[in-house]
């Protein structure tokens, strides 16, 4: 487990559609599957820093809570990707034909 990792969630490229990937890209529903797992396991390295630190292994704390920060960070990151794309629905949902 290295918790100094990189805080990187897959951006979807401007060149793509939504309604019809390109050629050799991948559909919005994967790179938002593989943003939510990107999430989860930094949560889930945060937690493991964080029972290493509580049960007296050889970590140093600064890289324990940069993890934890980090973690926070990405799920709120994601928290706000969500939040727009339930705002874009709504607002979708509303359009009268």
């Not at 709120?76 to 359009?95: C, G, H, P, S």
């Amino acid at each position: 487990m290295n918790p100094i990792q990189s805080v990187q969630l897959p951006i979807m490229p401007s060149s793509v559609n939504a309604a019809q990937p390109a050629k050799g890209n991948e559909p919005f529903k994967n790179l938002l599957l593989e943003a939510l797992d990107h999430v989860n396991n930094m949560q889930k390295d945060a937690d493991a820093a964080v029972e290493q630190l509580a049960t007296g292994q050889d970590v140093n704390p600064a890289e324990v809570l940069t993890s934890i920060q980090k973690a926070d960070m990405t799920f709120r990151m994601m928290l706000q990707i969500r939040n727009k794309l339930v705002q874009a629905y709504q607002e979708i949902k509303d359009i009268r034909i």
